[in-house]
């Protein structure tokens, strides 16, 4: 596992057969300076204590999608040592969601919605991409699809997957992210956990997309796009920055692989995620759907009750 033994982290779980579904980790933190708080999270979750890639979409295993199942699950988890349970990004309603509520009022802990974000994405079940065009404003138009003519104009467009090819595409993404951001992508435990993400998603039979759009064959964007289940989910992109004044390549390779998901017969939906862009959230000018993530915490430490309390009523007023 890329982050489980890294000291900053350490797991609660006790039983040695115990399902991945299941293993608990934590981490020590002193909150407002005073009061030291263990704070627990399932496997895979990304910490401050510890950051990794981004958890969306945490959901439980087959196993725990049953009532019986879930309540031995929390039961387990009520026997660790923790102040603090945190699970981001969770469908808000959603089984898992509901499940983690309904424990709360079961075993007496705090049901905090510590952040609330929007998530975004395109239905392509319906209609063609042509009436998902019609329905977008006049400007992400342009961005997205109007303006290819004005690329093509500047030499040969071709757009590849160029999986398996893993060392080229992370070179060509940290390039480009190193000049807009500042930092490369994917380094270190990023770069391996992605790797190895990658490598099992398509040994289990998922579609692995390394698309990369060149300009007279020189790359001058790329998106990585993972196909599961019928919803291809968008991880990452990064382009040239100013390659035309009235070209946005983000979001004109977006238009490419969006037209390529209504035209398959084996996608229902293309998924951008949480988060924004640098300069503005691109995402909701794209999408038709929209849907909302809870980070939560489950409470059961006294003065940490009292904390989030204040800190809720605090922001009602």
């Given at each position: 596992m890329t982050w489980g033994d890294n000291t900053a982290i350490r797991k609660?779980?006790?039983e040695d057969n115990c399902p991945l579904s299941e293993v608990v980790?934590?981490?020590r933190q002193t909150i407002k300076k005073l009061i030291p708080v263990t704070t627990a999270f399932p496997l895979g979750i990304s910490t401050?204590?510890?950051p990794s890639l981004r958890s969306e979409y945490f959901s439980f295993s087959d196993d725990l999608l049953k009532a019986s199942s879930l309540k031995n699950y929390m039961n387990k988890i009520s026997l660790l040592p923790w102040d603090q349970?945190?699970?981001p990004d969770l469908i808000a309603h959603s089984f898992e969601w509901c499940g983690f509520r309904d424990a709360a009022a079961l075993y007496g802990w705090a049901f905090v919605i510590k952040n609330v974000e929007n998530t975004y994405g395109v239905d392509v079940s319906g209609g063609s991409f042509a009436d998902y065009l019609k329905g977008l404003g006049g400007g992400a138009r342009l961005k997205l699809f109007n303006r290819r003519k004005n690329l093509q104009a500047l030499g040969t467009v071709q757009i590849k997957n160029?999986?398996?090819n893993k060392e080229l595409f992370f070179s060509l993404i940290n390039q480009f992210h190193l000049s807009r951001w500042g930092r490369p992508c994917y380094q270190g435990d990023a770069a391996e956990f992605m790797s190895l993400l990658l490598d099992k998603l398509n040994a289990a039979g998922h579609r692995i997309d390394l698309s990369v759009m060149s300009l007279n064959e020189q790359p001058i964007s790329v998106v990585l796009d993972i196909s599961?289940?019928?919803?291809i989910y968008n991880l990452q992109s990064g382009y040239v920055e100013q390659l035309s004044k009235n070209i946005s390549l983000g979001t004109l390779h977006f238009g490419y692989q969006i037209e390529k998901a209504f035209l398959s017969h084996e996608i229902d939906f293309y998924d951008f995620m949480a988060g924004n862009g640098k300069n503005s959230n691109y995402k909701v000018a794209l999408a038709n759907k929209v849907g909302e993530f809870n980070t939560i915490l489950l409470v059961r430490n006294p003065m940490l009750k009292l904390i989030y309390r204040l800190q809720q009523g605090l922001?009602?007023?």
């Open positions: 609660l779980s006790t980790y934590a981490y401050s204590a510890l349970f945190y699970v160029i999986w398996p599961i289940n019928g919803r922001k009602r007023h």
